[in-house]
């Protein structure tokens, strides 16, 4: 839905639209990328309470958008690696 808006502004020409998929394909890369690399690092380890790939979207996407609720956090060095890149 949000590309569809993006598009019909962009609209006048290639580069435009290029550029909304463009923004669109990084977003979502960086995205699942974070939350992938979170969960690697904190997944079973003691005292993690980022377990599932549901707890790192969600920790991804607070963390993205500046929310920071820290109801999930990460506890590892890797993870505190991923949370800073």
Do not use: H
């Amino acid at each position: 839905m949000l590309l569809k808006v993006l598009n019909r502004q962009a609209a006048g020409g290639l580069r435009g639209r290029i550029a909304v998929y463009v923004a669109g394909a990084v977003t979502v890369v960086v995205f699942f990328c974070g939350a992938l690399a979170v969960l690697d690092a904190e997944r079973s380890k003691d005292g993690a309470n980022i377990e599932t790939f549901g707890d790192a979207l969600w920790w991804t996407r607070t963390t993205i958008s500046a929310v920071g609720y820290g109801d999930k956090f990460p506890v590892t060095f890797q993870g505190r690696l991923v949370a800073v890149g």
